[in-house]
Structures are given as C-alpha cells and as structure tokens.
C-alpha cells in the first residue's frame, strides 16, 4: 500500500517535498481503518501534519475506496516531543527518563533549566531590568521589592524572573522559591475554595522565601484572586520576603486592578524589557546556535536577526526550524534554501491600501485601475491576488474592507486569494522572495508616506 501511496503523492506534489517530507517517512501499520505514518522527528511530524494531511488522507482513501483516518507520529527512537516548545531546542540530546516519586500533593512548577542569567544575553533594551534581577537575586526582600518586569510577549520576562529563582537556588539550596502562573494561583485559589483547605493554601503561599509571579496582567477583574493575592503580598512584604511579578504592561495599565494592589505593585521597581536591536537580536542567536551545537553562517544569523524583530521566542523558533529544515532536507545552510521556512512575519506599519496597490501595480506592470477592476486576464489576477494577500498582511483592514478597495470585492474572494498566496508561498521559493521584496518596498512607501 504505501508504495502504491508514494507514487501517487510524487506525482501531485514538487519534488522537493517530496524528497523532503515524504520520502523520509514510512508507513507503520493499517488497523481499524487508521493509518499510521512515521516520521523521523517531531519537525516534520509538524509539517505533514499542517501542510499534507489533507493530500495524504485523500491519496490513501483513493487507493484503498473507503474512509480512513490517518495519523503521523514521530519515529520511537527520537524521544523528542516537544517541538512547539522552542526552549526544547531541537535535536536535542536523548535524556533517560527518571521515574516520578509517587506524591499527592500538585507538583511545584518547576524552574525552567535553560532560564539562567548566563544565558541571558543583555542589551541595551534589557540592561536594568538585568541589573535590578540581579540585585534581587543577590541581596532579596531588600531594594526593589517587588520587582515588577514589564514588557511585550516573548522579551525575556519569565527568563529573567526564573533566573531570580535558580541563582537563589544556588547560593541557598534550601530556599523555598515558589515560581506560578497568575493562572495556576487562582486554579489553585478556587481548588482549595472547593476542598475547604484555604488554610493550606495560604500556608503554602505564605511560607515562601521569594515568590515569583507570571503574568500578573491576567489578574484583571478576578475580583477573588486579587483580594487573596493582596493579603499574600502584604504577608511576604512585611516579612522581608522577595516578590517578583511579571507583565505585559505596567500595573497601571492593567484594567480593573484594585487601586490598593496597583499602589503596591509599584512600591519596588518597575523595569522594563524593550524589544532588542539587531545587534543584541544577533547575539542572542549566536549565544542559542552556540548552546544547541548549531553551525551557522554569518548571513543566516543576519537574516534570521533582521526578519523576527519583536519576539524573542519567535526569533528562537526561526533558527531552530532553519536547522531542523536543513538536517532533514539535505540542503546546504544558506538564505536562499531557507525562505521557504523563514517566512518572516511582516512588519506592520500601517500601510496604506494605495501603497500596497502602487507598489504591486509597479512590480507586475499592471495598472492600479487593472487591480481594482474585474479583468481576467492572467497577469492581472495574479496580481490582484497577490495584493490582496498583502494588503492583509500589511493592514488591519477585514476582509470585506479591503474587498471595497478592489472596487466592490466579496470578501470571499479575498479570503481566497490570501489563503491561495500563503500555500503557494510556502512551497515556493521564488514567490516568497517576490512577496519579502514587495513587502520590504511596502513598509518603505509607507514610512515616507507617514
Ligand atoms: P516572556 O516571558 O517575556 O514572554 P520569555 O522569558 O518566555 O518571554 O522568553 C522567550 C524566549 O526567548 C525564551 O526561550 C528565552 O530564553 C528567550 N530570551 C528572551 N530574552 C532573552 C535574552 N535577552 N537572551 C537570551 N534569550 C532570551
Ligand atoms: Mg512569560
């Protein structure tokens, strides 16, 4: 069967995925109308199961006439399975799994290993939030308490407030250091409510030596965890006790937050994560490259660096997938045999619809008229498609909106010709350099313009 399957999935898809994603894989077994493939790695497991489910399953039920339900899995020996996590960096080393103790009592969350203060790398946008995170760690419960992190997603919050924890760890093994979600406090909160064990659980929030809080910003109207909170706080706070929170914004901007915790929120320091410039964004790949074991050229760093400006945990992910992509495919390690999985996420500047529509009439010779108007003709539906896909990329405008901008459009056309745009552009080297220069013309037209 699976050879009558490759055959037929080698002629609907490029070779290059081909060879890529399903030469590599293999079938397991067929029971109960369930197929199971087996992939090398979790990576691939990921993108047949995003990008060929749909072909393969319909290959399948083709040759076999009838139904069938097809699952991929990930080879035994690869005991990787973690790759939406991008802080498992992927390959990584096999570790031998330990046998859990038996124990009733929920489990501590567990501090991350690889959020130490080694493997922070500081710059510009990150130097006090660094510093005041060390002054915590070395001397706590006395200069900033609390310390509040604020900043976007993915700049390093809970990084630095794990830190906190395991250099505490070290200087003082027996600290008692509590690291939880504002999530996993009230699911906490509410379960002990239900048990009747209030009692236990401020015991245990209590007695910590320095509590670390995430995403405090997830507090808002929880009208019950922000008054138990504010009595935790307090608690700790006059013991000398450090408290650390993290956030997405600063305690006043966090909407229905009690005035009381606001206040004592800001009592310590406030410190703030920025987004890194290009400079700290590249050391920080070289820093992860260097840890994971990864070879990489200079230009892919570059690269790599210059496209994921807003994220940390995104820019992460780009290298691990690049270097996923290249051990799997073969290919060499360059930018160009890497667009197909860097496509980077664009930038908005608020373009404007005339700067996507000058810019992609410019590049295809087509006029602006052309795009809006209802021509068939090949050249200019390819080109209204392609400006539809990115003046959705590059504005907030819904589909219907940008269905009037192409004079009338139903917004299911739209929806359409984005969705065709971005599965094209996946498989399509040439077309997702087209679309990056286009875009990078875009956010260029569109900052001279504002
Ligand atoms: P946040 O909590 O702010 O959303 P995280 O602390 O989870 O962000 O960071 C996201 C990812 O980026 C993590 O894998 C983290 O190790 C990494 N990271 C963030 N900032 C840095 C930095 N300055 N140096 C090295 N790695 C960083
Ligand atoms: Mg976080």
Redesign the pocket.
């Known amino acids: 069967l699976w050879s009558q399957v490759l055959e037929r999935l080698q002629e609907k898809l490029t070779r290059p995925t081909f060879e890529t994603w399903i030469k590599t894989a293999s079938a397991q077994q067929l029971e109960n109308n369930c197929l199971v493939i087996c992939t090398p790695n979790p990576f691939a497991r990921n993108w047949l199961q995003k990008y060929y489910i749909k072909t393969i399953v319909g290959v399948v039920e083709e040759i076999l006439g009838h139904s069938v339900e097809v699952q991929i899995t990930v080879a035994k020996e690869n005991g990787v399975s973690a790759f939406n996590e991008?802080?498992v960096g992927w390959p990584a080393p096999i570790e031998p799994s330990t046998p859990e103790p038996p124990n009733n009592r929920p489990k501590p969350t567990e501090l991350?290993p690889?959020?130490v203060f080694s493997?922070?790398?500081?710059?510009a946008?990150?130097r006090m939030a660094?510093a005041a995170a060390l002054a915590v760690a070395e001397s706590p419960g006395r200069e900033f308490n609390p310390l509040f992190?604020c900043?976007?997603?993915?700049?390093?919050?809970?990084?630095?407030?794990?830190a906190i924890g395991h250099y505490r760890l070290e200087m003082c093994p027996n600290s008692r250091i509590f690291y939880v979600s504002t999530e996993q406090f009230t699911n906490d909160l509410i379960a002990s409510i239900r048990k009747d064990s209030m009692q236990s659980f401020r015991e245990h929030y209590r007695a910590a030596d320095v509590l670390l809080v995430?995403?405090i910003q997830f507090i808002e109207g929880k009208e019950y965890t922000q008054e138990e909170f504010f009595h935790t706080f307090n608690t700790l706070h006059e013991a000398g006790k450090q408290v650390v929170l993290?956030s997405?914004r600063p305690p006043n901007q966090i909407p229905r937050l009690q005035e009381r915790l606001c206040s004592r929120f800001s009592m310590g320091l406030i410190a703030d994560?920025q987004p890194?410039d290009l400079e700290?964004r590249m050391?920080?790949l070289q820093?992860?490259a260097e840890y994971e074991n990864m070879r990489l050229p200079r230009e892919v760093i570059e690269y790599i660096a210059y496209n994921y400006k807003s994220?940390?945990?995104e820019?992460?992910g780009a290298l691990i997938r690049a270097v996923a992509y290249i051990s799997i495919s073969g290919l060499s390690m360059s930018v160009e045999n890497l667009t197909p999985v860097l496509n980077p996420p664009v930038e908005k500047v608020e373009a404007f619809p005339d700067a996507v529509l000058m810019v992609v009439a410019d590049e295809f010779d087509v006029s602006v008229e052309d795009l809006k108007g209802n021509s068939r003709r090949r050249e200019i539906s390819w080109a209204r498609q392609i400006s539809m896909y990115l003046m959705r990329q590059h504005t907030d405008l819904s589909l219907p909106r940008i269905g009037e901008e192409f004079g009338g459009k139903d917004h299911t056309t739209v929806l359409y010709s984005c969705d065709k745009i971005a599965q094209l552009r996946e498989n399509d080297t040439n077309l997702a350099q087209t679309l990056r220069q286009l875009s990078d013309r875009i956010n260029l037209a569109s900052r001279h313009s504002s």
């Open positions: 991008p802080e991350n690889k959020y493997r922070f790398v500081v710059g946008n990150s660094h992190l900043g976007g997603v993915g700049l390093g919050k809970t990084h630095l407030m794990q995430d995403d993290a997405d994560i890194p700290t050391a920080i820093k992860k994220n940390i945990r820019l992460e």
